[in-house]
């Protein structure tokens, strides 16, 4: 029995010394009586027992917690304002694990794992300023859950995997500032009408949705005229024609200055080119299908060094973005100018996933311009620079 509980001890000690560090600890603010508590490289909540009962903030990051039980943070709910559980791997939470967090202003969740998102979460928690869900593979919300949120402010929910929602839900939130919903696989139509509701409830929707405004207020202005109704393809036909009108206005200012023999060498030479149309297609369903094709291709060329790559100049719009492991091992990524430190990151995780490696990019620092900077919204938000020379570090000790 004696060897028994030696080797046991031994198998023990070793276990632990290869697995990957825990790191807590409590810092208390008495100036402003906060109380915060801090957590990295769990695998469960168990360590939440140091916790004190009277924190004010618990971060916990930088860890692997597939699931949040029930009633997880009840016994902090009478002086928690802020749960940060970002990067934790969490894929599933229970009904009831926020439970009892009825003071709680600030709930940040991104750069998790989760598919789906459900009313029960947010009972009792009507004080709830701030929801953070970005960066992870939500497909599905529930459109109730904006009833129990009457106070919500800040929403972010970019970067996942929502095609359609309710814009409707969002009237429930009358004290809503700030939205930011880009980067999801959105159809046309529900992204119109989402960014009207939002427009007519005074909400900032972010700065990335701004190249949309004029298609936004065609697109309006189609379906008022009585072209249509959102989804139908009609109104799109309509935004082509508007297009195309503008388009032409602006070539013809200056029609007077042109040269008449070379003008009218051009019109025959657009007359022999011109395809007979042979699909049945109006002139303007066929112009919109022309440029949805385009569209679909620009984009790939645009971040590629093809033959007929987009960029003014390759070598300054594509910076390289180093990925190190600790051991030195590199993983190139070009990337264009025009994408967000965000983005970026999240084609680095599906990059590592597609090719099955096991780096766990979710310790990042990013290098930029000369300064280490934590990986917070501040620095996902930030818009990538032709200058810039980007690297971004993993830490792979798992």
């Not at 618990?58 to 699931?67: F, K, L, R, T």
């Not at 040269?259 to 149309?277: H, I």
């Not at 999240?346 to 900077?373: A, C, H, I, S, T």
Request: with cysteine.
């Amino acid at each position: 029995m004696k060897y028994l509980l030696t080797v046991f001890f031994i198998f023990d000690l070793f276990a632990n010394i290869v697995a990957r560090p825990i790191s807590c600890q409590t810092i208390i603010n008495k100036r402003d009586n906060r109380v915060s508590f801090y957590c990295t490289g769990l695998t469960n909540l168990v360590k939440l027992e140091k916790a004190w009962a009277n924190s004010t903030s618990i971060e916990i990051s930088d860890s692997n917690i597939p699931n949040i039980p029930g009633h997880s943070f009840a016994r902090f709910g009478a002086t928690l304002v802020t749960l940060d559980l970002h990067g934790s791997g969490i894929q599933t939470i229970d009904f009831l694990a926020f439970v009892g967090l009825t003071k709680l202003e600030n709930l940040l969740l991104w750069g998790n794992k989760l598919i789906y998102v459900y009313k029960d979460w947010f009972i009792y928690m009507s004080n709830l300023k701030t929801l953070d869900l970005s960066f992870n593979s939500i497909q599905v919300m529930d459109y109730a859950l904006f009833e129990v949120l009457p106070n919500l402010r800040n929403f972010y929910f970019d970067y996942n995997e929502i095609r359609y929602i309710d814009f409707s839900m969002f009237a429930n939130l009358r004290n809503l500032k700030n939205v930011k919903f880009e980067k999801n696989p959105w159809n046309w139509g529900f992204r119109a009408r989402l960014t009207w509701q939002l427009e007519n409830q005074h909400v900032k929707y972010g700065e990335d949705w701004e190249d949309w405004a004029w298609m936004n207020h065609v697109i309006k202005e189609c379906v008022e005229n009585g072209y249509g109704e959102i989804p139908n393809d009609v109104i799109l036909d309509c935004v082509v024609e508007k297009l195309l009108n503008y388009t032409y206005e602006i070539f013809t200012t200056g029609i007077v200055y042109e040269n008449l023999e070379c003008s009218k060498r051009a019109r025959q030479l657009v007359r022999c080119m011109r395809p007979k149309n042979a699909t049945g297609n109006t002139d303007n369903e066929t112009a919109r299908r022309i440029l949805e094709y385009y569209t679909a291709v620009l984009p790939t060329m645009s971040r590629s060094h093809s033959r007929f790559t987009m960029s003014w100049n390759a070598c300054k719009c594509h910076p390289i973005v180093t990925i190190h492991r600790l051991e030195g091992t590199r993983l190139k990524i070009p990337i264009s100018h025009f994408e967000t430190v965000g983005y970026l990151k999240q084609r680095v995780f599906n990059l590592l996933d597609e090719e099955n490696k096991n780096w766990k990019p979710e310790r990042m620092r990013l290098w930029l311009r000369g300064f280490y900077m934590e990986d917070n919204r501040m620095i996902s938000d930030y818009k990538l620079s032709p200058k810039d020379q980007i690297m971004l570090l993993l830490d792979d000790r798992y």
